[in-house]
């Protein structure tokens, strides 16, 4: 590769490619995703921008080629950061954390449709808005439940509602693979994939 003396505004201004054809996948500094759900992807061109700026390195890449005046590269498919980003930090109590930590499923009958939040224990009842006392719930079952205890409506989550650690959010989001998955990614996710013998 000859000398870089394009800019990435530079290549990003020169390429024909449009926004969102080349997702990159990025990976920490131990090779696996940052995330799974949602897959820890970047445009090409914020993968191109973290090459020049020599914040990653790249693991694997496409056919197709970024072009400047006076430089070449074929377009990063992977790339791995240089530092390491602790996963180890609370996940945030947010709608579709409690989704994921759930399965994308109600707690009480498995439905995946109209899914909302309940409160195990009523809020009249004391119960608290945390990782301990919501669950996902489809509409019908949270309407059916109401302002109950679970005891009291004859329904009890399937699940026992906790807060879950990253690591736990990360192996869950494993079971929901995107819908594109670069063929340079495979080696990167362990997605429940037949092995060829």
Known sequence: MSAISATP????????VSQGNYPCLIL????????????SLW??????????????????????????????????????????????RTPAFTRFNLFLRDGFQCVYCASPDELTF???LPRRLGGKTSWS?????????????????????????LIKPRRPTMHQLQTQGRRFPPNHLHESWLDY???DVELEA
């Not at 920490?28 to 897959?39: E, K, R």
């Not at 990653?56 to 992977?78: G, I, K, L």
């Open 9 to 16: 505004e530079a290549l990003v201004g020169a390429l024909p």
């Open 28 to 39: 920490n500094a131990d090779y696996q995703p940052l995330s799974y759900f949602p897959l």
């Open 43 to 88: 445009s090409w061109q914020d993968a191109i921008k973290a090459v020049f700026l020599d914040r990653v390195n790249v693991v694997d890449h496409y056919e197709q080629c970024v072009r400047s005046p006076n430089f070449e590269m074929q377009m990063p498919s992977v790339v791995a950061l240089k530092d390491y980003v602790p996963q180890n």
């Open 118 to 120: 309940d409160h195990v």
């Open 133 to 157: 006392n919501i669950v996902a719930a489809c509409s019908s079952c949270n309407m059916r439940k109401g302002g109950r205890h679970p005891k009291e409506a004859g329904m009890h989550p």
């Open 189 to 191: 996710l362990y997605w």
